[in-house]
């Protein structure tokens, strides 16, 4: 069968990216990015991202389907987002009705980013999948998604899976411990108590990729650091593993590049925590896609 093309968009709290997908090879044609911010300042954001869309079919008379990835709550019909922190404007807006109204020629389907990334994997990542994984991805949050039976696990009112939202310590949400800011803040208040030898500076403006790059020299603290976000995440992980009965996990999302400082001691905790039934076979893996993941899962959805 010849390949299909299908227009994946990736709606972000920074960029909306878009671009066309075959569904064959992965391949992606036609990028385009912009900021989400301008967009949003419009006060019609939705007819910015129809706009957008309108040039790319107009360069892809061939597209028929078109997938859309968004950080946030979505309602079960999967049509309306429902609570989007990263863009507001767009809560209650009956985006895929919208859309079809504009276009009645093409089909939208309409899904939370974590889980279009997830997909994404299932059928585009370099490893062919075929058990079922939770998938979490870090980054300015902490998502989450669970692909079971080859399908995104939704839950009772179709927003299941939200790892960043469920308690942690201090007294704070996980991705109000792990997040990309609170991982920086992390970082700079250890920073100011170490009295070791450390690549890091002292003047509070530790950077995500100046900490990787601090802990792949072997840098102490740096490795502290990242020590320290992954017993916060094997310990919640433990409550998926356990619920979900699920022994495959990726890790995706912009701070992945941290994946092998976080390993060890996310793997220390969960092996402390879990029976032997849910740790023998446990495998963690980093996700494959990187920065294409959320485009290439959007378009997945089109499947």
Not at 38 to 66: M, P, Y
Request: with cysteine; aromatic share 8%.
């Amino acid at each position: 069968m010849a390949a299909v093309e299908y227009l994946g968009i990736d709606i972000g709290g920074t960029n909306v990216k878009m671009g066309i997908v075959n569904s064959e090879t992965g391949q992606i044609t036609n990028f385009y990015s912009h900021d989400t911010v301008s967009w949003r300042k419009s006060g019609h954001f939705e007819d910015r991202l129809g706009e957008a869309i309108g040039l790319q079919l107009i360069d892809n008379k061939n597209i028929t389907k078109v997938g859309i990835g968004l950080p946030g709550m979505i309602n079960s019909a999967r049509v309306t987002p429902i609570e989007i922190t990263a863009i507001p404007e767009l809560n209650n807006v009956p985006l895929v009705e919208i859309l079809k109204k504009r276009f009645p020629t093409v089909d939208f389907f309409l899904e939370n980013d974590a889980n279009a990334a997830a997909l994404g994997e299932f059928y585009f990542g370099e490893e062919r999948i075929d058990e079922s994984y939770i998938f979490i991805t870090l980054g300015t949050g902490v998502g989450g998604a669970a692909i079971i039976g080859k399908k995104v696990f939704t839950g009772g009112r179709g927003n299941a899976m939200e790892p960043g939202h469920t308690p942690s310590v201090n007294g704070k949400v996980l991705e109000r411990n792990i997040g990309k800011n609170e991982l920086l803040d992390l970082a700079n208040s250890m920073r100011k108590e170490f009295r070791g030898i450390t690549l890091l500076p002292d003047d509070g403006t530790i950077s995500t990729t100046g900490l990787v790059a601090s802990a792949s020299e072997g840098d102490v603290l740096a490795l502290q650091v990242f020590a320290k976000v992954g017993e916060l995440l094997g310990e919640n992980l433990c409550h998926l593993v356990a619920i979900l009965d699920i022994n495959l996990i990726l890790i995706g999302g912009g701070l992945s590049a941290s994946f092998d400082y976080i390993l060890p001691s996310m793997t220390t905790k969960m092996e402390y925590w879990l029976t032997k039934y849910h740790a023998d076979g446990l495998t963690i893996k980093r996700a494959t896609l990187g920065n294409d993941a959320g485009l290439l899962g959007a378009a997945s959805l089109c499947f």
